[in-house]
């Protein structure tokens, strides 16, 4: 049997009679543990549904606004329990991108791999130089730094869906955007 150990914190009393020499060490980014800390128990994310008719609407208008790019909108979700990875789980985010007919999305890259499902519409991806065409229901796979853009063959608005590791990459601090200059 064993039982999971809570962090307590214990420094200052494990620093006592040695704190001198502990602020000897220590500076502006390090400082010193003494003895192993215990883990703290993640806060645990909530199970959710979202829901796809009021986001459809605010995707509809942030297109038409076009602020970030014209004729294209892109919302994602996160559980603000997830703390600095901001993924929907602690590893995974997920979101929609809305796209208008004729438009295409700006090529970029990122170290994080997508998966997307074509929720609606018609189009193709072109990832890494190379065209995938996609329809309605297809599934398509965005790897890790590949440069992708997504268009919009279709006469009505394309929608998709993407499941990215966001999460995992910002919680270790190497989540990284590139777009072409
Ligand atoms: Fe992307």
């Known amino acids: ?15 006592r009679d040695v704190s001198d020499i502990v602020k000897e060490i220590e500076g502006d980014d390090l400082k010193v543990v003494v003895f192993m800390e215990n883990t703290e128990p993640a806060p645990k994310v909530k199970p959710k549904v979202i829901r796809f008719g009021p986001t459809l609407t605010l995707l509809e208008k942030l297109a ?11 919302v994602m979700f996160f ?12 590893n995974m985010m997920a979101g929609f991108q809305y796209i208008k007919p004729g438009v295409s999305t700006k090529p970029h890259s990122h170290n994080m791999a997508s998966i997307y499902l074509v929720v609606r519409g018609r189009g193709y991806s072109e990832i890494d130089g190379e ?30 869906f993407d499941v990215t590791d966001s999460g995992l990459l910002e919680n270790m601090g190497i989540l990284e955007f590139k777009e072409k200059e």
């Open 1 to 15: 049997m064993s039982k999971l150990l809570v962090r307590k914190d214990l420094q200052s009393e494990l620093k």
């Open 64 to 74: 038409e606004r076009g602020q970030v790019e014209p004729g294209v909108a892109k």
């Open 79 to 90: 559980s603000p329990s997830t703390g600095r990875s901001r993924g929907l789980t602690p």
């Open 131 to 160: 065209i995938f065409h996609w329809n309605e229901g297809d599934v398509f796979v965005v790897p890790a730094n590949a440069v992708h853009s997504h268009t919009n063959t279709g006469e009505t608005e394309a929608i998709l």
